[in-house]
């Protein structure tokens, strides 16, 4: 039957044309109920500290995600560059998970401890000034203030989304974030508390050099300094005996 039929058809065309999107339907939605089965269980990954989902939020408003990727793909290449190919479970609290395709600089999934403190404000307010081949744009405002007035609102939607962060009165939530990652992380998602943990992990980590004040570089540099540091990979095994669970 000639193409041109089927679109003088209108009956046909229809029927055809929810038979192709029912079969594309099936193709997206079956393999959720087999999720549990696609992201694996690695009980050290956490969510975000309040300064580092701060931090998180200030990369995605200033649009790194663009130039780079947070995604090591299951290819030789990829992980003699950037290590370890990336599993599900690392983006399981990245609400929007930050993977990408798109690599005008270099992919960002295991950045964290690769760098120092200082390299990465450097970096960030004067990127040729460590890297002179570098394309990327300076951000020296970054050493404004930072506006953490909605950090508990928005801590409140990313529970709304299944991220782990207790309220008063969830005892039995915050005892399983100590069981998880200990006492010192359950305090920190520990919503009622957020701001004065964010405010001490800045000073704790004095990410941007200025302890004086506490900026948008002290965010983003905390943000930066955790990506790829929460799974031990020693634990698991060779690239490829292990290709299938990652993406």
């Known amino acids: 039957m000639r193409h041109e039929n089927i679109e003088?058809?209108?009956?046909?065309?229809?029927?055809?044309?929810?038979?192709?999107?029912?079969v594309g339907g099936l193709v997206e939605i079956v393999p959720l109920f087999y999720i549990d089965d696609t992201v694996e269980e690695v009980e050290s990954v956490r969510p975000f500290t309040p300064l580092e989902q701060r931090?998180?939020?200030?990369?995605?408003k200033e649009g790194c995600y663009l130039c780079?990727?947070?995604?090591?793909?299951?290819?030789?290449?990829?992980?003699?560059?950037?290590?370890?190919?990336?599993?599900a479970a690392e983006s399981k609290y990245s609400h929007p998970f930050q993977w990408g395709s798109k690599r005008t600089g270099p992919d960002l999934a295991r950045v964290g401890g690769k760098y120092s403190n200082e390299w990465q404000?450097?970096?960030?307010?004067?990127?040729?000034?460590?890297?002179p081949e570098s394309v990327m744009p300076n951000y020296p405002h970054l050493m404004?203030?930072?506006?953490?007035?909605?950090?508990?609102?928005?801590m409140r939607a990313l529970k709304a989304v299944g991220v782990p962060y207790t309220e008063e009165g969830e005892?039995?939530?915050?005892?399983?974030?100590?069981?998880?990652?200990?006492?010192?992380?359950?305090?920190?998602?520990?919503?009622?508390?957020?701001?004065?943990?964010?405010k001490a992990e800045a000073e704790e980590g004095n990410f941007d050099g200025d302890p004086?004040?506490?900026?948008?570089?002290?965010?983003?540099v905390a943000y930066l300094?955790?990506?790829?540091?929460?799974?031990?990979?020693?634990?698991?095994?060779?690239p490829e005996q292990g290709r299938s669970r990652g993406f």
């Open 171 to 198: 005892d039995e939530l915050y005892q399983k974030n100590v069981e998880r990652w200990g006492e010192d992380v359950a305090e920190r998602l520990h919503i009622p508390n957020a701001e004065e943990s964010l």
């Open 212 to 220: 004086s004040k506490l900026t948008e570089m002290d965010a983003i």
């Open 68 to 87: 780079h990727s947070q995604q090591v793909r299951p290819f030789r290449d990829e992980e003699i560059r950037y290590g370890h190919y990336s599993l």
């Open 121 to 131: 404000v450097q970096h960030l307010i004067a990127p040729r000034s460590v890297v």
């Open 55 to 60: 931090g998180r939020d200030i990369y995605v």
């Open 8 to 22: 003088k058809n209108i009956g046909l065309m229809t029927i055809l044309t929810l038979i192709v999107v029912s």
């Open 144 to 154: 404004e203030e930072l506006d953490y007035s909605q950090l508990q609102a928005r």
């Open 225 to 238: 300094q955790v990506l790829g540091t929460m799974v031990d990979f020693d634990e698991y095994s060779e």
